[in-house]
């Protein structure tokens, strides 16, 4: 199966640099909305036999201009929302986003008893996201997009890709950004492509796409 992990369009949160992880979450910025507008042609070379997106407002809104375009329901499920950000919520000062950050990181490298302060575990988070990516093996599909979040993805991705360096999940992805994989949950999965620009425009102001996009350091 090939797998495209898209990255959300810009949110108010974005712009606020804050870790913003609950429920039902911001919509989207005029950019962010460009940016969503972008992706059906930036796909445009791609199958996509199924469509799925987070509960989180963001990634619903963002997967719509592309679900439009190829004529596909959108499917929602809680696994692939972003990871909790839970003590953490809502805050965007150095301290919050660099334990956040670099815990996310530590689950990408095994370290899945570690729990984000207040929230889940990395055993728990990449469960639920593997319980989604399951679900659309089973399907048949043989292409499947799913839009969700930064810091979800960049864990995820580098968890899980065979002879990925965990290390791979310190790079940026910005708003509708792009991360491809190709496999199966019983094969495991293969680093195709790490788009970190956004599909559409980009801000270039500094931290724009919010602290989940952001590069660790260290990168």
Known sequence: MRLLLIRHGQTSSNLKHLLDTAEPGPGLTPLGIRQADALPEALAGERIDAL??????????????????????ILVRPGIREIEAGELEMRGDEEAV???????LAWAGGDLARRMPGGETGAAA????????????????????????GAAIRTWAAARAALTDPRTARQAL??????????????????????SRPAGPRDPAPHHEGPAGEPIAGA
Do not use: C, I, K, Q
């Open 98 to 104: 660099t334990t956040y950050l670099t815990t996310a």
């Open 174 to 195: 910005d708003n509708t950004g792009l991360v491809v994989l190709s496999g199966s949950p019983a094969d495991g999965w293969r680093l195709e492509r790490w788009e």
């Open 52 to 73: 799925y997106a987070s509960t989180l407002l963001r990634t619903r809104l963002t997967a719509t201009p592309l679900a439009r375009a190829r004529g596909l329901d």
């Open 126 to 149: 990449l469960a639920r996201f593997d319980g989604v990516v399951a679900e659309a093996a089973e399907s048949g599909a043989e292409a499947v997009a799913m839009v969700s979040h």
